[in-house]
């Protein structure tokens, strides 16, 4: 089984090498890295460039300006090899046995779609909570995005090319989830740590007025909700966020 690792790079130098090298570090070696380049400012290029000299498994796609971590995962995807896609932002880390205790767990049940549990860090890699990982349906996923992106493994042949990641700031990642599971698809979830999430200061996925606008889009836009209904969702989102 060949794996295709996918990660959008947009102003992380700081942390970027570690995810890097959380990768390489991996006891299941089959797979590949596509890092995105996602930047109008080309300051970063040459040290991400750099990366290569890492490991040969590394290739870097450079979008010439910035168009949104969605649609450059959408370009990765769309150039990679794999059997099975992943991915994980620019500054998150996984445990070096990830990649082969979440494929196990995949190819033991039979599962196209799999998430695991991971670890909430601040931007100076201090613990500060876990997500547990369960199974999802679409109706849970309505309810709440309760998918580490970082996490996610996915059968590459269940994925419709054409429609991926959308063009939102933040969310992009729950419109696809919400396609996959309205085709019948289970998120089905491992309850291990395997991975580690950043919250960094200014972020947008720490942004709590363009995670709600995103929400009510999430809902109106894509799945076609009224607004009286997409706003009632988008508060049990929030509701169920709070509670986390």
């Known amino acids: 089984m060949f794996v295709s690792v996918i990660i959008p ?31 109008n400012n080309q300051k970063d290029f040459k040290f991400i460039q750099s990366l290569k000299l890492l490991d040969k498994r590394i290739k870097i796609i450079n979008n010439n300006k910035n168009i949104g971590a969605g649609l450059s995962r959408n370009i990765g995807i769309r150039n990679s090899k794999g059997d099975y896609i992943c991915f994980i932002d620019s500054d998150d880390l996984w445990e ?15 599962y196209l779609i799999s998430h695991t549990s991971y670890k909430i860090l601040d931007y100076n890699k201090k613990f500060i909570s876990i997500r ?13 995005c309760d998918v580490g992106l970082s996490t996610v493994i996915i059968k590459k042949d269940i994925l419709n090319l ?12 729950y419109v696809l989830w919400l396609r996959l599971a309205k085709k019948g698809y289970t998120f089905y979830g491992l309850n291990l740590n395997l991975s580690s999430w950043t919250k960094r200061k200014n972020s947008l996925s720490s942004s709590t007025i363009q995670k709600i606008l995103d929400a009510i889009r999430v809902y109106r836009n894509y799945e076609k909700m009224n607004l009286f209904k997409s706003i009632y969702y988008t508060i049990k989102l ?3 966020y709070i509670r986390k």
């Not at 054409?162 to 990642?173: M, N, S, Y």
């Open 96 to 110: 070096k046995n990830k990649l082969s205790k979440q494929l196990n767990f995949m190819m033991r049940n039979n």
């Open 9 to 39: 790079y947009y102003k992380s130098i700081n942390y970027i090498e570690c995810t890097i090298k959380s990768v390489l570090q991996q006891t299941y070696k089959n797979f590949e890295i596509i890092i995105i380049y996602d930047d």
């Open 132 to 144: 547990i990982a369960k199974n999802l349906s679409y109706v849970d996923l309505l309810k709440s």
């Open 162 to 173: 054409k429609r991926l990641f959308p063009a939102l700031k933040t969310k992009e990642d």
């Open 238 to 240: 929030s509701v169920y």
